[in-house]
């Protein structure tokens, strides 16, 4: 057996080297199958060096008080029961056999006899004809190398980090599909900072594979904060990805409460009052079941088109949301604007209520399913005086489109310094700190009647205006003579270009004649 990968300083490209050497192994197998053959053998080796980890503790008690194979020793230390056959040194022994996929698929099933909430988590279709065995062994093999490391890298970290990458890896694999389980960390990342869920529930009512609620965890973390402070809610419609947020919660050690249905017609969190909400949406959804909702109580600002979700989505985020609670979300930019169907009208009320806090327009190519472009919607309860000024009858637009950086011909990504500035330039507005002052071309704090004046659209670039131009200050005479010379050298080069054209074109029995 091959040593264990550990994570260090040699190994910052971890993620990268695992994904290149598992895309290997997928041959002609579709991404949106592979995922699933990956990320769950990922959430095997995770429950299964946990269980180890406690196992080998029990084993060793000198005491011997414990008994290392009893369920209970692991049920109370909130570690996941693995039954011997499921264990990864089990199939590991067994990569090479043709039966492997069968006893994956045993492991996967009697992990979740043995850990009740698990119960239909889990992937158990490894061993149909279509999946090649040798693949899946060298899988078992690389996945395998990834282990526990030392006391300050656990495999929770690790792996939950390999998780994390993997699931990105495969939104840009899956293209347009990819959009319905991953949001793009940079996103994530800016929500979080900007709402700072520092304690109280968090609810994400169309969560994907769970990533706001990762990056929550991060924050508090990061921030000196307790984990125990925040409790997680959250809902996912689509059954497959469902079970990727479970299993990537799990290999957080994340406690949360997700449930699966649809948020519209069948809400598992009827009751909950979050204090915030952290959400992206399916973008323009013309299949929401509208229909069957029109005289739904969740509609206090006006009934939603059937036809486009975006302001269901929005009413039902403000339904949830307690009455101190703060609301952060994606939406399509038309949103911002648009009047058709009676979104105008929804969107009025939203603003005349006074409760939308802050707007913000994004840059285009940060998202993986979708060229629609997206901004952020921040709605807060009580913005008379909790906990920062009062911000009541004023609203901060901020124009970020020209922030980001490309980070392949598809994709841009907002860096941290981006994030940093937006977020920070938010708190300092709110009154956390820091002086704010508006920025023309990038941030505006707007009254109410400002935006009554344009008809309730917020969308930033009305407002901020435009960068100011740095003062040309070279003198003209000298600006003419700087042109002039560069015209002249690109003058020549072209007349080189055009000999040389002539000489090619002569030599292949061509004689270029010019028109008269």
Not at 26 to 41: F, I, S, T
């Amino acid at each position: 057996m091959a040593s264990q990968t550990t994570l260090n300083g040699s190994s910052n490209n971890l993620e990268k080297t695992l994904w290149a050497t598992a895309d290997k192994l997928r041959n002609n197998m579709d991404a949106a199958e592979y995922k699933h053959v990956v990320l769950g053998l990922i959430f095997l080796k995770y429950i299964s060096d946990s269980f180890k980890e406690v196992y080998e503790e029990l084993k060793n008690d000198p005491s011997k008080l414990s008994d290392p194979e009893d369920i209970d020793e692991y049920h109370s230390r909130n570690v996941f029961w693995v039954p011997q056959k499921a264990r990864w040194d089990y199939l590991l022994q067994n990569a090479k056999k043709p039966e492997i996929g069968v006893l994956i698929d045993e492991a996967m099933e009697a992990i979740e006899k043995g850990n009740p909430s698990l119960l239909g988590v889990l992937p158990k279709n490894y061993a149909r004809p279509a999946l090649d065995k040798q693949r899946l062994g060298e899988l078992i093999d690389l996945i395998g190398n990834v282990g526990l490391g030392d006391r300050e890298n656990k495999s929770k970290d690790l792996l939950g980090r390999v998780y994390e990458y993997f699931l990105g890896q495969f939104a840009d694999a899956e293209g347009k599909k990819g959009g319905q389980f991953y949001t793009p960390r940079c996103i994530v990342h800016l929500l979080v900072e900007m709402i700072e869920p520092y304690k109280g529930r968090v609810f994400d009512p169309c969560c994907g594979s769970g990533g706001m609620f990762v990056q929550s965890e991060k924050f508090v973390e990061a921030h000196g904060g307790r984990i125990g402070d925040i409790s997680i809610y959250g809902q996912e419609s689509n059954s497959t990805t469902w079970r990727l947020s479970k299993m990537n919660l799990a290999i957080r050690g994340i406690d949360a409460n997700i449930g699966w249905g649809d948020s519209f017609t069948d809400d598992k969190h009827k009751d909950l009052k979050a204090d915030f909400i952290l959400a992206n949406p399916p973008f323009n959804d013309s299949d929401w079941k509208g229909e069957q909702l029109r005289d739904d109580v969740r509609w206090k600002f006006g009934v939603p088109p059937t036809g486009n979700a975006n302001f269901a989505w929005v009413q039902h985020f403000i339904h949830h949301l307690a009455p101190t609670g703060i609301a952060g979300f994606v939406l399509a930019n038309g949103s911002m604007s648009s009047n058709t169907s009676g979104e105008g009208e929804i969107r009025k009320n939203i603003v005349e209520a006074d409760i939308v806090d802050c707007m913000i327009a994004l840059p285009g190519q940060l998202f993986y399913n979708t060229m629609i472009p997206a901004c952020l919607w921040f709605i807060s309860r009580d913005r008379s005086n909790h906990k920062f000024r009062n911000r009541k009858g004023e609203v901060l637009f901020i124009d970020a489109r020209n922030l980001g950086e490309m980070i392949d011909r598809r994709h841009r990504e907002l860096t941290s310094e981006d994030i940093s500035r937006i977020a920070s330039t938010y708190h300092a507005w709110r009154g956390e700190g820091g002086d704010y002052k508006d920025i023309a071309g990038f941030c505006k704090s707007t009254s109410l009647e400002e935006i009554r004046k344009h008809s309730h659209i917020l969308t930033p670039g009305r407002y901020v205006g435009t960068e100011e131009e740095e003062e040309d200050i070279e003198p003209f005479d000298e600006k003419m003579e700087r042109l002039t010379k560069r015209l002249s050298d690109q003058f020549a080069k072209s007349k080189e270009l055009e000999e040389e054209i002539r000489k090619n074109l002569s030599g292949l029995g061509y004689e270029f004649r010019t028109l008269d």
